[in-house]
Structure formats: structure tokens, C-alpha cells
């Protein structure tokens, strides 16, 4: 997904019709413009179904060495189901994700079926890493 990736846009957690697990509303900020907007649009379709999706990792948390998390540009969706991906706002969420051209992995990496990743791909994301102190 193209657009603006190249830093943190600052947005708030009200500004999405989501929930978050833990402290992640407080990571909001740190999403790059492009993402926010993509998952403001995931949030709403979602609900419009009656669904809440749930946002449970954006820039805190293990993930690779140079996760797309760490940018700004990758955000994963959870509810606490161990098959999340087949539940239907599982579904919903990777139906709103694909429509808003994100990258999606939904449980390929290792069979992770308890949540699904999007990002803005690699090549979209060209802002800097989120020092450790400001990841949330």
C-alpha cells in the first residue's frame, strides 16, 4: 500500500472503531499515515458486521529483527481465539485487509492461526525505526 509511510503520523486510538489488548492504544501514534488510514477502514468494516476487531501487537512486542512493527508499518489483529483466523472476525478482518491492500499473513508464519498480520510491505515502508524507549 502506497501513501505516506515515511514516519509517524500521530493519530489517536479513539480515532479507530477497534479495541486494543494491553497498552497497544497507547502505540497508535507510532503507525505510519498510509497504515492508520488502512486500518481505520478495517476497524469500520468490521464493525459495520456487528464485530469488534481487536488490534493485540503494533510496535512493542518480539517480533524479527527488522519487523515492519518496529516502523511503524505493521499492525496484528488477535482475539484470544487459538483459531483466530477461521472466526468470523477473523474473517472479516483479512476480507477488510485484502480490499485495503495490505500485505496479509494470516497464520502462514508457523502455522500461527491466533492472529493475523498486515503491513504496508517492505518496499512501501521507508520510515525509520522506532527507537526501543518510544515503542510502547
Known amino acids: 500500500i502506497g501513501g505516506n509511510n515515511t514516519q509517524a503520523a500521530g493519530h489517536r486510538a ?3 472503531a477497534c479495541s486494543f489488548q494491553g497498552n497497544k492504544a497507547n502505540q497508535v ?5 498510509a497504515l492508520f488510514q488502512a486500518i481505520r477502514t478495517i476497524c469500520a468494516q468490521v464493525k ?3 464485530l469488534t ?3 493485540s501487537s503494533i510496535t ?3 517480533h524479527a529483527p527488522n519487523s515492519l512493527h518496529y516502523r511503524g ?3 496484528d489483529f488477535a482475539g484470544g481465539d487459538p483459531n483466530y483466523v477461521n472466526n468470523p472476525t477473523g474473517k472479516a478482518v483479512f476480507a477488510a485487509a485484502s480490499s485495503a ?3 496479509i499473513n494470516p497464520g502462514g508464519d508457523a502455522n500461527q492461526t491466533f492472529h493475523i498480520h498486515v503491513d504496508v510491505g517492505a518496499s512501501n515502508c521507508t520510515a525509520p525505526r522506532i527507537p526501543d ?4
Not at 501514534?29 to 499515515?33: A, C, D, K, W
Not at 524507549?133 to 510502547?136: A, C, D, E, I, L
Request: aromatic share 0%; with cysteine; glycine share 14%.
Open 133 to 136: 524507549s518510544q515503542r510502547g
Open 60 to 62: 512493542s512486542g518480539s
Open 14 to 16: 479513539s480515532e479507530l
Open 101 to 103: 491492500g495490505l500485505v
Open 53 to 55: 476487531a481487536q488490534i
Open 73 to 75: 508499518c505493521a499492525v
Open 29 to 33: 501514534p507510532n503507525l505510519t499515515e
Open 48 to 50: 459495520a458486521q456487528g
